[in-house]
């Protein structure tokens, strides 16, 4: 499958970039840990375009200014619309956890862009 060959490429270059081996990653659905946050990235099946789903677990909220913290995600949510990636900011109710997701087109996004936006 041409779609997989493309994500196994584009998850070696990721690997090259972090100095991750890339042995340790699974390409179904590699995982990677940037300044303490963990991220998952996974490829859309059935999608027009090639489209890798990119999730981010933040953790909990705190408990402190929980009110102000969440304007301000739903605040950064608007930003993020820019008709290239499909991101928002959401909340697990089953973990409280702080979540993100992208969904980034493959044949555009770069693994050093990738690497950016996890920054």
Request: with cysteine.
């Amino acid at each position: 499958n041409m779609a997989n060959e493309h994500f196994r490429q584009w998850v070696d270059e990721l690997c090259q970039l972090t100095q991750i081996p890339s042995a340790c990653l699974l390409y179904e659905a590699p995982q990677l840990t940037v300044r303490g946050v963990d991220f998952s990235l996974r490829p859309l099946e059935n999608a027009e375009a090639e489209t890798v789903l990119m999730h981010a677990d933040f953790g909990p909220l705190p408990a402190r200014q929980r009110e102000a913290i969440l304007l301000r995600l739903l605040d950064t949510n608007f930003h993020l619309i820019d008709g290239v990636r499909h991101s928002s900011f959401s909340h697990n109710e089953h973990t409280g956890h702080v979540m993100f997701g992208s969904a980034l087109a493959l044949e555009s996004t770069t693994a050093a862009q990738v690497l950016l936006l996890m920054g």
